[in-house]
């Protein structure tokens, strides 16, 4: 069975710029959530998706937003990007929503802002 | 604010050593986890704790999930090089969303 794919694995965008990121779930898994991992903040909670549905959002600003598919695959955009949004962006997917259920990570997108 | 604090934050040790990785909050969770984390990779899901008190061994690791479920440990016996990695303890309550504990980076050199 396949894990879950992150695409691309490395970014490098400037300053006022916008980037997608995209996340393929593991095959029959119907959440996805997206993490901001940081040295300073660790792992920051960004949002979950169920069924085509925002079910959970962390405390982001509304540059930060996604969607999912209805083949569960998973987008996240941020726009204008600024300094402080260089970091590891981790999608996780999960066969149930809520947090009882098990998180599968993916290898993640590393964003370079300059 | 961060809920869950994990102690000690960076720790290198000669292969072989015990050591012990904590994780406390002032919140109760239904359950914990813990990850650990490789460099250019994500988490990858250790063990859950879901009873107070309860004690689960995976091999030379042993998680323990404190009494009133608002803390657990992790320890090592022996560690290897291949234990090297980021272990991040992460709360669980009902449905909402998971927490992540700030992490310990540990370095086992051969």
């Known amino acids: 069975k396949a894990g879950v794919t992150q695409t691309p694995r490395y970014l490098i965008k400037t300053r006022g710029q916008q980037v997608t990121l995209s996340c393929s779930p593991i095959?029959?898994?119907?959440?996805v959530s997206w993490y901001q991992q940081t040295p300073g903040q660790g792992l920051q909670f960004l949002f979950e998706y169920f069924s085509e549905t925002q079910r959970n959002k962390g405390n982001f600003p509304g540059r930060f937003s996604g969607r999912q598919f209805s083949n569960s695959r998973s987008e996240m955009n941020v726009s204008t990007l600024e300094l402080g949004d260089s970091a590891l962006y981790l999608c996780?997917?999960?066969?149930?929503?809520?947090?009882?259920?098990?998180?599968?990570f993916g290898s993640g997108t590393q964003l370079s802002v300059l | 604010t961060q809920l869950l604090e994990q102690s000690p934050q960076f720790l290198s040790i000669q292969e072989g050593e015990n050591l012990t990785v904590y994780c406390n909050s002032s919140?109760?969770?239904?359950?914990l986890q813990w990850y650990r984390q490789e460099p250019g990779e994500g988490p990858v899901l250790l063990v859950t704790v879901v009873t107070g008190g309860e004690v689960k061994k995976l091999k030379r690791l042993t998680f323990q999930f404190g009494d009133a479920r608002k803390d657990s440990s992790l320890h090592i016996t022996a560690a290897q090089p291949g234990d090297t990695g980021l272990y991040l303890c992460a709360g669980v309550r009902g449905y909402q969303k998971v927490t992540f504990g700030t992490g310990t980076k540990l370095q086992v050199i051969p």
């Open positions: 095959s029959g898994h119907r959440s």
């Open positions: 996780a997917s999960s066969r149930g929503e809520g947090g009882n259920e098990k998180l599968f």
């Open positions: 919140s109760v969770f239904s359950s």
